[in-house]
T-cell receptor
Framework: AQSVTQLGSHVSVSEGALVLLRCNYS??????LFWYVQYPNQGLQLLLK??????LVKGINGFEAEFKKSETSFHLTKPSAHMSDAAEYFC????????????FGTGTQLKVEL | GAGVSQSPSNKVTEKGKDVELRCDPI?????LYWYRQSLGQGLEFLIY????????KSGLPSDRFSAERTGGSVSTLTIQRTQQEDSAVYLC????????????FGQGTRLTVV
């Protein structure tokens, strides 16, 4: 079975500082990996996805993630945090052979402080 | 519409009553998913429809939960004899195609069972 683990349910950074949100996956086959963002009282929005085409994936709003097979990781980063980045972030893995249904991590709440 | 639409946005019901939650996917999307987001459980997959294939019901927590998708478009999630532990935000998503395509999420229905 595939799963993802997000380390740190809450992360706080200063505006302008590096954002690093951690995600590790467990999968017996090459996974498809996603990062979603959820703003308060809204649905989830796709930030980026890994499809095996390139290990460094660039997404919207300046976010990127690097797939590291040796570390089974897919950490999300952004060089400089902005107040508008405050939200909850979810890492997810797609079930191969099962369409596009996703298994989500428990989420990381990002707080950006002045 | 432009996105996935869910109704109602909020629902309060008494324990033991049945509820129906509706999802209008993006026009043309062949795949539709239901997820549940609750405190302590995170985001859980419930059920998945793909075209005319039999739905993947592997995530439904009990036989009180059921869903249908009429005409390959609108879907209804029904919870019978609601319990307090059913209180959660129910999210619907749709995608065009299957593996590795972006799933677009609705804003969810917040269900409160009192």
């Amino acid at each position: 079975a595939q799963s993802v683990t997000q380390l740190g349910s809450h992360v706080s950074v200063s505006e302008g500082a590096l954002v690093l949100l951690r995600c590790n996956y467990s999968s017996s086959v090459p996974p498809y990996l996603f990062w979603y963002v959820q703003y308060p009282n809204q649905g989830l929005q796709l930030l980026l996805k890994y499809t095996s085409a390139a290990t460094l994936v660039k997404g919207i709003n300046g976010f990127e993630a690097e797939f590291k097979k040796s570390e089974t990781s897919f950490h999300l980063t952004k060089p400089s945090a902005h107040m508008s980045d405050a939200a909850e972030y979810f890492c997810a893995v797609s079930h191969t052979g099962g369409g596009n249904k996703l298994t989500f991590g428990t989420g990381t709440q990002l707080k950006v402080e002045l | 519409g432009a996105g996935v639409s869910q109704s109602p946005s909020n629902k309060v019901t008494e324990k033991g009553k049945d509820v129906e939650l509706r999802c209008d996917p993006i026009s043309g999307h062949t795949a539709l998913y239901w997820y549940r987001q609750s405190l302590g459980q995170g985001l859980e997959f419930l059920i998945y429809f793909q075209g005319n294939s039999a739905p993947d019901k592997s995530g439904l927590p009990s036989d009180r939960f059921s869903a249908e998708r009429t005409g390959g478009s609108v879907s209804t999630l029904t919870i019978q004899r609601t319990q307090q532990e059913d209180s959660a935000v129910y999210l619907c998503a749709s995608s065009f195609g299957t593996q590795n395509t972006e799933a677009f999420f609705g804003q969810g229905t917040r269900l409160t069972v009192v």
